[in-house]
């Protein structure tokens, strides 16, 4: 299985929002066929995964199991989330939708609202001849801790409010395994010098994290 977030960086001036439409749209590097792999995950670049049981992939294999699709997600707010996981017989199923998508990228035509990376999914997904899959729980799906739960907050309080759903005991217990090292302390230093809100982010997390793990059980 291969991670990835495929898309182009944000630098085309063609709208905020066009690389997160765009990593459901691109055909994957070469390598990734060249190196047998059989699965792939598109996620969110802040979604931090940490180990779990079971883990991710078994997870979404069952997932597939369950369903007969070749892809793993779930409804949230939206028709579906925007954490994808799938066989490789994903990209060759739905070729023809991605290309439509793609150049209506390319063309300036989508690609400029909150969230409609997550809309171009669902229409390739029902464009293709498959369904669309059921709800599910998010907290359970996102294998880690979500920096952008709390993103544009600068309230502490409104950012422990929306952490608390997302944010398990035990997913807090990994979570200060990691940031108590002098690994993640040394990277933390880089990022608060180069973005102040990645670092405010991560911070608002680690103060949460040892709040609910103080908590009384």
């Known amino acids: 299985m291969v991670f990835t977030t495929w898309g182009p960086p944000q630098s085309h001036g063609w709208g905020p929002y066009y690389g997160a439409v765009m990593r459901y749209v691109m055909e994957p590097p070469v390598e990734y066929y060249r190196e047998g792999f059989q699965y792939f995950y598109i996620g969110d670049v802040d979604l931090f995964i940490l180990r779990s049981e079971p883990t991710l992939m078994e997870y979404h294999l069952q997932s597939m199991q369950q369903t007969g699709q070749c892809y793993s997600n779930a409804k949230g707010g939206r028709p579906v989330t925007g954490l994808h996981f799938g066989h490789v017989s994903w990209f060759k199923r739905t070729k023809e939708a991605r290309e439509k998508y793609y150049w209506a990228l390319r063309r300036g035509e989508i690609g400029k609202a909150v969230g409609e990376d ?34 544009g907050m600068t309230d502490a309080d409104a950012a422990k409010i929306r952490l608390r759903a997302r944010i398990p005991r035990d997913r807090a217990e990994r979570w200060l395994g990691i940031v108590n090292t002098q690994e993640y302390r040394a ?29 009384r059980v």
């Not at 498959?130 to 993103?151: E, K, N, T, Y």
């Not at 230093?189 to 793990?213: G, P, S, T």
């Open 118 to 151: 997550e809309y171009i999914l669902a229409k390739i997904i029902t464009e293709s001849g498959m369904q669309l899959p059921a709800r599910d729980s998010l907290v359970r799906r996102h294998f880690g801790i979500h920096a952008g739960a709390i993103r």
């Open 187 to 215: 990277i933390f230093n880089k990022i608060n010098n180069v973005d102040r809100q990645i670092a405010w982010e991560l911070h608002q997390i680690e103060k949460f994290c040892c709040q609910k793990c103080n908590e």
